[in-house]
């Protein structure tokens, strides 16, 4: 029923009705089109408060493929993955599509600790072969670490360091420009980090230690360097500290230049001069 119409220009521009609901009887003023597209929506003449729709599209609402709303149940995350919807005995699963793929391979669930790596390194190619499960995080990240390891023994040869972009190439860069001065301390000593490095440490005096790259570089600079701020050793020798071996980065850009690193194998990975088996990667024979 109309209770009063808004007019502009002696014409209706706005009618609210009186809507009672079917379900619990409540009765509320809205505008007459919210009610038309309510039931268009739902395809009946049928009315329900706002409490009462929510209730009817959880228990009769079409889910999956089935939906109108329905669009693939693909989507491209912030991380680069794709993410997918999936429907396992009524209940929905929102999961990474590569890990889904792989548990339809191996009939099961996979556990937390499971990781699955891109062999080539293309998040979006989520193909069966391209995949390769990991026990836990640490086996994931020492595929990384090695092959990082493997491009370093290619530098010079398929892999450079570009200095003004802060990042390897697979084209020859200009060397550093660097001075190469030489520092001359008795107290140095080695030290082995959480990933098994060995940095070499200089005793500054008063029971005080500063890794020698950073000494040498706030001697390089004249000034001392922040805590954001990061020396990169170029051929990823961690005991090389010659100068020519080093760059300061921040701790966005050091990031950036290990991850372009890994692109670098990636890409020799598509050129078939990198292999992979056996959860190994290794240098191919003839290059």
């Given at each position: ?101 792989y548990e339809q391979h191996v009939g099961r669930h996979l556990t937390v600790d499971e990781k699955v790596h891109h062999i080539d390194g293309n998040k ?25 390891s493997l491009a370093f023994e290619l530098l010079g040869t398929f892999i450079w360091f570009n200095i003004d972009a802060k990042k390897y190439i697979l ?117």
């Amino acid at each position: 029923m109309i209770e009063y119409n808004i007019k502009k220009d002696g014409k209706v521009v706005r009618k609210f009705i009186t809507r009672t609901c079917d379900l619990c009887g409540s009765k509320r003023m809205c505008y007459s089109s919210a009610v038309l597209a309510s039931r268009k929506k739902r395809g009946n003449k049928k009315d329900y408060c706002k409490k009462c729709g929510y209730k009817i599209r959880v228990l009769f609402q079409k889910k999956g493929a089935d939906s109108p709303f329905w669009r693939g149940g693909k989507r491209l995350n912030s991380n680069g993955y794709y993410r997918i919807y999936v429907y396992e005995n009524g209940e929905k699963r929102d999961i990474y599509e590569h890990k889904y793929i792989y548990e339809q391979h191996v009939g099961r669930h996979l556990t937390v600790d499971e990781k699955v790596h891109h062999i080539d390194g293309n998040k979006l190619n989520n193909h069966i072969n391209n995949l390769y499960l990991c026990e836990g995080k640490k086996e994931h990240h020492s595929m990384h670490y090695q092959l990082e390891s493997l491009a370093f023994e290619l530098l010079g040869t398929f892999i450079w360091f570009n200095i003004d972009a802060k990042k390897y190439i697979l084209n020859p860069s200009p060397k550093n420009n660097y001075a190469n001065p030489v520092f001359k301390s008795a107290l140095l000593s080695n030290e082995k980090d959480n990933n098994g490095k060995i940095y070499i440490n200089i005793y500054l005096g008063n029971k005080k230690h500063q890794r020698y790259h950073r000494y040498i570089m706030e001697k390089v600079l004249g000034r001392s360097l922040s805590l954001d701020e990061h020396i990169h050793h170029i051929d990823g020798v961690t005991t090389n500290n010659d100068v020519d071996n080093l760059i300061v980065l921040s701790r966005s850009e050091h990031k950036k230049c290990h991850n372009s690193l890994q692109s670098c194998m990636f890409k020799l990975f598509e050129d078939k001069k990198i292999t992979f088996c056996n959860g190994e990667y290794s240098i191919c024979p003839v290059i």
